[in-house]
C-alpha cells in the first residue's frame, strides 16, 4: 500500500490551497483517512479525519476553515485549506486506516509528506 501527497506549496496568509492523497495498492476497505501536520520543533498533531461513513473530525485550530473529503471512488482524500495562517506552516501528512483483507487488521499507513509555507 502507498499513499502519495501533493498539493503543497507556498501561499499567503488569507490565501488557499488544496491538498490530496490518493491510496494506491492491495487495499480491501479504508476504514478512514486523515491529515496531520508537523511543524518545525513541534509535534506531530491530527488536522482533520474522515472515516469511512462520512463522519469528520477538525482540530480546534482549523474548524470553519479546513474541509476534509474523500473520493471513494479513487480512495482519495482532500484537504480544502482556506483563510490560511502563517501558523498553518507544517509539513502535511495523510494517514489510512487500510484493512489489506477481509480477514487482517487495520493498519495505519502514511503518505510522505508535502509542505505547505504561509507567509506573512
Known amino acids: 500500500v502507498q499513499l502519495q501527497a501533493y498539493g503543497g506549496g507556498l501561499v499567503q496568509a488569507g490565501g488557499y490551497l488544496r491538498l490530496s492523497c490518493a491510496s494506491s495498492?492491495?487495499?480491501?476497505?479504508?476504514?478512514?483517512m486523515g491529515w496531520y501536520r508537523q511543524a518545525p520543533g513541534k509535534q506531530r498533531e491530527l488536522v482533520a479525519a474522515?472515516?469511512?461513513?462520512?463522519?469528520?473530525n477538525y482540530a480546534d485550530s482549523v474548524k470553519g476553515r479546513f474541509t476534509i473529503s474523500t473520493d471513494n471512488a479513487k480512495n482519495t482524500v482532500y484537504l480544502q485549506m482556506s483563510s490560511l495562517k502563517p501558523e498553518d506552516t507544517a509539513v502535511y501528512y495523510c494517514?489510512?486506516?487500510?484493512?489489506?483483507?477481509?480477514?487482517?487488521?487495520?493498519?495505519?499507513?502514511w503518505g510522505q509528506g508535502t509542505l505547505v509555507t504561509v507567509s506573512s
Open positions: 494517514n489510512a486506516a487500510i484493512k489489506t483483507r477481509s480477514y487482517t487488521y487495520t493498519s495505519d499507513y
Open positions: 495498492g492491495n487495499i480491501f476497505r479504508i476504514n478512514a
Open positions: 474522515i472515516t469511512s461513513g462520512g463522519s469528520t
